[in-house]
């Protein structure tokens, strides 16, 4: 289970997009899709049963997970997440630096 979601803001800490900052867009297993980090181009041939044109085109490709980290919005740094329960026994996604709860988009 990632502790990243849908909508999440992360910052790309290695690769070749380094200190890009994006949305997730998507999370599959150990991989996650960022907006506007790790473009690939695409050779696309055309299909005229299903209407697509062929060309080149440029898209966000899955990155692996640990080299994102969640962007802490009070000091504009990657951090990691942790759980905790409140006290009504509800878990909740908290950042590590600060213990401040993490907000759900």
Known sequence: ?????????????????????????AVKNDRIKVEGVNIVTKH????QATGVEGGIIKKEAFLHISNVAILNAQTQKAD???YQTNDDGVKQRVYRSNGEVVATA
Do not use: E, F, Y
């Not at 290695?14 to 900052?21: H, L, Y």
């Open 44 to 47: 696309q041939k055309p299909n």
């Open 1 to 25: 289970m990632s502790k990243l979601r849908k909508g999440d803001t992360v910052v790309v800490i290695a690769g070749k997009d380094k200190s890009k900052q994006g949305t997730v867009q």
């Open 80 to 82: 990691r997440i942790t």
